[in-house]
């Protein structure tokens, strides 16, 4: 079973770029399809974006695909979280998932197996 460690939140602000860092230990990282999910004051639970076994393949929400990018080192355990030019809005709990499933277009909230307890961003306008 892995257990899933994130850091990297912090307080930012507006326009400033963000990396946010999942570390995984306890399981075999390169076999976990991963998750990013975020969520925000008042909304609910938002899938971000996810990153296939090896890497090579990712998906990104519309709503944030052109500043928010994925990432994986399979060597060092770790998904990370790219968040470039930063939006008030983007203020929330960030959370890494990891899923035993195979990547697909039903990668989500439901296909994850395992979750982080989250890492705070804070963005100032």
């Known amino acids: 079973q892995v257990q899933l460690v994130e850091s990297g939140g912090k307080l930012v602000q507006a326009g400033d770029s963000l990396r946010l860092s999942c570390a995984a230990s306890?399981?075999?990282?390169?076999?976990?399809?991963m998750g990013w999910f975020r969520q925000t004051p008042g909304k609910e639970r938002e899938f971000v974006g996810g990153i296939n076994r090896s890497g090579d393949n990712t998906y990104i929400g519309e709503s944030v695909k052109d500043r928010f990018t994925i990432s994986r080192s399979n060597t060092q355990n770790t998904v990370y979280l790219r968040i470039d030019k930063v939006k008030p809005e983007d203020t929330g709990l960030y959370y890494c998932?990891?899923?035993?499933?195979?990547?697909?277009?039903?990668?989500?909230?439901?296909?994850?197996?395992?979750w982080g307890k989250g890492t705070l961003v804070t963005v100032s306008s």
């Open positions: 306890g399981g075999t990282f390169r076999s976990y399809v």
């Open positions: 998932a990891a899923s035993e499933d195979d990547w697909g277009p039903w990668v989500g909230e439901d296909s994850m197996d395992y």
